[in-house]
């Protein structure tokens, strides 16, 4: 994995313990799947453990009686395991790619944020923000597929062209998928030269669109809202965090737009068999996005 230049030694053990971080330690183990509240109960359990022991690092082996002590002789094996797994993934000498695609307003920049952070991945970027990016180079005389959002493209340019929509919907998001991977090829060959690890989230990472990637643990995966008064009441919160910049009725007017290009994604995950995720609870969402870049991992850490 990359990024290890910039980190500090995680707190999972060795034959003489590693120096013992409280945050790390909660990270990981929320990594490993544990809710918010209940891994940093275990590491403050293991900070007070090392306290009354009068030692500043700790083993795995006694993480693991902490562990059952503290979640109980179920769930404290089980979350050893995964935070097994976990440090087999942080010690990977390979960077991280995970390509998380989806409809608009499927919570793909909540869940590719937590995500990041659990992964202690820093740099976190979304396919939007390319399009952005490629706007301020080339004008809509000349790449009018990117001026305009991934649901309206098709629309817009057929009444420009004064042409009939038919499925311009689709055929509009395609054309600026197509445009926008070129950018987002870029960038995740910028962030491989580096040596980097990155969480790239968007609409526009249809899958079998983008070309293969080398030199790096790739996990694609996408997300889903499969029903539509959920995922409609996901642009209220848009709406609400952006202070209006994103108002949730230019979404429900597209909003028939939106689950068509849904529908087309999910029928491409399909085909090439990229696991897709339903976004029903956010939580959920996060640790099946993090079971699938443990289970990447593990063919790797174990070798061939």
């Known amino acids: 994995m990359s990024d290890r230049r910039y980190r500090q030694p995680l707190p999972l053990g060795g034959e003489d313990g590693l120096p013992f971080s409280k945050g790390l330690m909660a990270r990981a183990a929320m990594a490993a799947g544990l809710p918010a509240d209940r891994a940093y109960e275990l590491a403050l359990a293991v900070e007070a453990d090392l306290a009354a022991r009068g030692r500043p690092a700790t083993t795995l082996e006694r993480i693991e009686e902490v562990a059952i002590q503290t979640l109980g002789a179920e769930d404290g094996p089980a979350a050893m395991r995964r935070l097994r797994r976990y440090r087999d993934l942080y010690e990977l000498d390979l960077p991280i790619i ?42 809509e005389e000349f790449m009018p597929a990117i001026h305009h959002s991934s649901f309206a493209a098709g629309r817009a340019m057929a009444e420009e ?88 009725e230019k979404y429900l007017d597209a909003f028939d737009d939106i689950r068509q290009i849904q529908t087309h994604i999910l029928g491409r995950a399909r085909k090439h068999g990229v696991p897709v995720i339903e976004n029903g609870n956010i939580e959920d969402a996060i640790g099946e996005v993090m079971e699938l870049v443990l289970a990447a991992a593990e063919p790797v850490a174990v070798g061939p």
Request: charged share 25%; net charge negative; glycine share 12%.
């Open 161 to 248: 062209d004064g042409e009939g929509e038919g499925d311009a919907v689709l055929d509009g998001f395609l054309l600026q998928t197509r445009e926008v991977l070129v950018g987002v090829r870029a960038a995740i060959d910028r962030v491989l030269e580096e040596g980097w690890s990155m969480v790239l989230e968007g609409v526009h990472l249809v899958p079998g669109m983008l070309p293969k990637i080398e030199g790096a643990l790739v996990v694609e995966c996408v997300l889903s809202i499969d029903d539509p008064e959920a995922h409609a009441s996901h642009f209220w919160i848009r709406d609400s965090d952006s202070v209006g910049v994103r108002p949730y």
């Open 98 to 139: 995970l390509l998380l695609g989806g409809a608009t307003g499927t919570g793909k920049s909540t869940v590719a944020t937590d995500v990041a952070y659990r992964l202690g991945v820093t740099r976190v970027t979304s396919t939007d923000f390319v399009r952005q990016t490629m706007r301020a180079f080339f004008s």
